[in-house]
């Protein structure tokens, strides 16, 4: 048998790559929501509350096991006062846990708080992925540039009023500590909002162009989460995220 042409290899090689690379790119290039409610986990921590540690490294954890958990790891800045000033921190994020309370089930503002789906989450495990079908379908698209599309459709079942809000999250940030309760400590910190708004509900299809940059702080990734609420109770009724 005759040895194999190397050239015409490489070639057969390339040409039975490239369908994979564009179907790669279409997909990052676009993301739609899928028929079922996400599984919506929020945070409220900071780097100057000694018990939030091991929540923000069971968020890391709960988003490795689970693939279907969209997570964002808000921030806030009330304990900045006790000599430690979170970086992260905003006063927007306080004032969204804040108005949180009541409609999440929650009586007060704590750290660490998670809420799922909504609803303040105390368990020691997340609960299974939603079997609810979604009132509305939220499709996410990267054009050129910094520029992202956001586009949601009402389903037959959506509330009379839908409230859009968004946040831009990063993973892998690490501060080492200074001052404060954990003073000493290195702390590791992943899906940190670095961006958030919160749109005007509306009662129609709903669509929007956001500038985004696809890089973060560092060159890390920055992925984009879009969430959809009824207007009148806060209920999550669907999340999806783009990470290009």
Same mark, same amino acid.
């Given at each position: 048998?005759?040895?194999?042409? $190397?050239?015409?290899?490489?070639?057969? *090689?390339?040409?039975?790559?490239? $369908?994979?690379?564009?179907?790669?790119?279409?997909?990052?290039?676009?993301?739609?929501?899928?028929?079922?409610?996400?599984?919506? !986990?929020?945070? %409220?921590?900071?780097?100057? @509350?000694?018990? @939030?540690? $091991?929540?923000?490294?069971?968020?890391?954890?709960?988003?490795?096991?689970?693939?279907?958990?969209?997570?964002?790891?808000?921030?806030?800045?009330?304990?900045?006062?006790?000599?430690?000033?979170?970086?992260?921190?905003?006063?927007? %994020?306080?004032?969204?846990?804040?108005?949180?309370?009541?409609?999440?089930?929650?009586?007060?503002? %704590?750290? #660490?708080?998670?809420?799922?789906?909504?609803?303040?989450?105390?368990?020691?495990?997340? #609960?299974?992925?939603?079997?609810?079908?979604?009132? !509305?379908?939220?499709? *996410?698209?990267?054009?050129?540039?910094?520029? !992202?599309?956001?586009?949601?459709?009402?389903?037959?079942?959506?509330?009379?009023?839908?409230? *859009?809000?968004?946040?831009?999250?990063?993973?892998?940030?690490?501060?080492?500590?200074?001052?404060?309760?954990?003073?000493?400590?290195?702390?590791?910190?992943?899906?940190?909002?670095?961006?958030?708004?919160?749109?005007?509900?509306?009662?129609?299809?709903?669509?929007?162009?956001?500038?985004?940059?696809?890089?973060?702080?560092?060159?890390?990734?920055?992925?984009?989460?879009? !969430?959809?609420?009824?207007?009148?109770?806060?209920?999550?009724?669907?999340?999806?995220?783009?990470?290009?």
């Amino acid at each position: 048998m005759s040895p194999r042409n $190397p050239t015409l290899f490489f070639i057969t *090689l390339v040409s039975a790559l490239a $369908p994979i690379g564009t179907l790669q790119a279409q997909q990052c290039m676009a993301v739609q929501s899928a028929a079922t409610v996400a599984t919506l !986990v929020e945070l %409220y921590t900071s780097e100057g @509350c000694d018990s @939030c540690p $091991p929540t923000d490294r069971w968020l890391s954890e709960a988003r490795r096991a689970r693939p279907d958990v969209i997570a964002a790891a808000f921030h806030v800045d009330y304990w900045d006062r006790l000599g430690w000033k979170d970086r992260f921190a905003s006063p927007a %994020y306080t004032a969204r846990q804040a108005q949180s309370v009541g409609s999440s089930g929650a009586r007060f503002a %704590y750290t #660490p708080q998670l809420i799922v789906n909504g609803r303040d989450w105390r368990g020691s495990t997340l #609960p299974p992925a939603s079997t609810q079908t979604a009132s !509305v379908s939220l499709r *996410l698209q990267r054009g050129a540039g910094d520029q !992202v599309s956001v586009e949601l459709h009402r389903l037959p079942d959506a509330p009379a009023q839908v409230q *859009l809000w968004w946040a831009a999250v990063e993973d892998g940030h690490q501060s080492e500590v200074k001052a404060g309760e954990n003073r000493g400590v290195v702390l590791k910190h992943d899906a940190v909002v670095r961006d958030y708004a919160r749109l005007a509900a509306a009662s129609g299809d709903q669509q929007l162009t956001l500038k985004l940059p696809a890089m973060g702080e560092g060159g890390r990734k920055r992925t984009l989460v879009v !969430v959809a609420t009824d207007a009148a109770t806060g209920k999550v009724l669907q999340a999806v995220q783009l990470g290009c």
